[in-house]
């Protein structure tokens, strides 16, 4: 467990081929760096949670099986190749479940796109990787689009966010490859692309689109509240 008091790195460039742990907790507030180990990936082999503070982990490849936990106000960072073979979650504590995991690489795992099971509480998925790339059709709670270059398509199947989608600033770019439903809010700062698909809000409390949105097909399925469009939305 690294739980000190200060930033902590961990730096195993030429001692291994790989950066090998088989349990992993990161519970230091002021974070975690794993720094890249050129001579192999970075493997976590029975569970790695993140209970405080930023873990970043900066490998090329990094390899999780059993489970990737994300605690209250945790974030883990995955700056290259992620494969997480385990159970992805959000809901390691008593809190309040709202952890960050953000992919600024590309995502692969041998059994579903985001890990055998995903427990969504009410955490946030930044993809914040360079495009073209895949947002997979998942459940998702906040959903956050933040690549810095390129196009980031959703995959052709149905997305659901029980919280809101934000597109996060004008780098940002992503298309719609399916219906979606946003129970949340909806900001768009920089460029979505609805091809033939339709988006519906079905929150139970009012949800705000803001920014300049073209839709093909909008649909109101708010069951107890109102859906307001900023003055700059079409």
């Known amino acids: 467990e690294f739980d ?16 090998d742990f088989e349990f992993l907790k990161a519970s230091n507030a002021a974070g975690v760096t ?5 001579l192999g990936d970075f493997e976590v082999d029975e569970g790695l949670t993140v209970v405080s503070g930023t873990a970043s982990f900066q490998d ?5 099986s059993g ?13 290259g190749a992620t494969d997480n073979d385990g159970a992805l979650t959000f809901d ?16 692969t795992d041998d059994a579903s796109d985001l890990g055998t099971s995903f427990t969504t509480g009410s955490g946030t998925v930044v993809y914040q990787m ?8 998942a459940t998702y709670f906040n959903l956050t689009i933040d690549n810095p270059s390129g196009v980031l398509t ?10 809101a989608l ?6 940002a770019s992503f298309t719609a490859a399916a219906a979606m439903a946003i129970a949340g809010g909806f900001t768009n700062n920089g460029t979505f692309t609805h091809g033939s698909q339709t988006v519906t809000f079905d929150g139970a409390a009012d949800q705000t689109v803001t920014g300049a949105t073209t839709f093909n097909t909008l649909v109101v399925a708010n069951t107890a509240g109102k859906v307001t469009l900023s003055s700059n939305t079409v």
């Open 34 to 38: 794993f720094l890249d180990n050129s």
């Open 67 to 79: 489970t990737l936990g994300i605690g209250s106000g945790a974030t883990a960072t995955f700056s």
């Open 92 to 107: 390691v504590d008593a809190g309040a479940d709202n952890g960050t995991l953000v992919l600024a690489g590309t995502v």
């Open 130 to 137: 360079a495009g073209p790339a895949t947002i997979f059709s």
């Open 166 to 171: 934000l597109i996060n600033d004008a780098s």
């Open 154 to 163: 959703q995959q052709a199947s149905p997305l659901d966010i029980n919280g």
């Open 4 to 19: 000190g008091t200060s930033a902590q790195t961990v730096d195993q460039e030429g001692t291994t081929d790989n950066t």
């Open 60 to 64: 090329a490849v990094a390899h999780v």
